[in-house]
């Protein structure tokens, strides 16, 4: 059974800092991994998906990284504004015959002006 | 391309009264899922379907809820009889494919309120 895993739960940066977080799962057997964003009472919003034959995808100022073999993912987001303050969540798709995805709880980040 | 619609946005409801959620999948998609955001819990599966099948309803509740994707419409998420313990984020995403390349787009959520 797929568990994914984000750490840490909350992060609180200055404007300006480079930031990771980070996402793990328990069954490297994926197609896929994405992370999301989302904001207070809002829905989700698709930021990156990694395929599983994939090192890292980049968008702007994202990039997120995915180790299989070790079964975690990291989501870079560089020069931080007040404007990423969210909830990031992670994702994964596992193979196997059911095409739900398993989700973190989410990392809470703040960044302050 | 309009994104994936759900209707309403929120919805409150006396224990024991019925609450039937919509989700209009992006065009193009065929694939259709439900998920659930109690408070303060990440984001859990309820159910996977596809037009007029449901593929993966290993998420649902046993009793009260019940699901469906028909050949014409929206994709219909029923609870029936509902307890203050339904109130929740109700989240419908689709998606053009399966596997590797399922990419899952999301509405932006029914907000359950019972009473």
């Known amino acids: 059974k797929q568990e994914v895993t984000q750490i840490p739960a909350a992060l609180s940066v200055p404007e300006g800092e480079n930031l990771v977080l980070n996402c793990s799962f328990t069954d490297s057997a994926i197609y896929n991994l994405q992370w999301f964003r989302q904001d207070p009472g809002k829905g989700l919003t698709s930021l990156l998906l990694i395929q599983s034959s994939q090192r890292e995808q980049t968008s702007g100022r994202l990039n997120a990284s995915l180790d299989k073999s070790s079964g975690r993912s990291t989501l870079y987001i560089a020069a931080s504004q007040p404007g990423d303050s969210a909830t990031y969540l992670c994702?994964?798709?596992?193979?196997?015959?059911?095409?739900?995805?398993?989700f973190g709880k989410g990392t809470k980040l703040t960044v302050n002006p | 391309n309009a994104g994936v619609m759900q209707n309403p946005r929120h919805l409150v409801r006396r224990r024991g009264q019925e609450a039937r959620l919509r989700c209009s999948p992006m065009k193009g998609h065929s694939h259709v899922y439900w998920y659930r955001q109690l408070p303060e819990e990440g984001l859990k599966f309820m159910v996977y379907?596809?037009?007029?099948?449901?593929?993966?309803e290993s998420g649902m509740p046993k009793e009260r809820f019940s699901a469906e994707f028909p050949k014409e419409g929206p994709s219909i998420l029923r609870i029936q009889q509902v307890v203050r313990g339904d109130s929740a984020a109700y989240f419908c995403a689709s998606s053009p494919q399966r596997g590797a390349y399922n990419e899952q787009f999301f509405g932006p959520g029914t907000r359950l309120t019972v009473l």
């Open positions: 379907l596809q037009k007029e099948n449901i593929i993966d």
């Open positions: 994702a994964a798709l596992t193979q196997g015959g059911s095409e739900k995805l398993v």
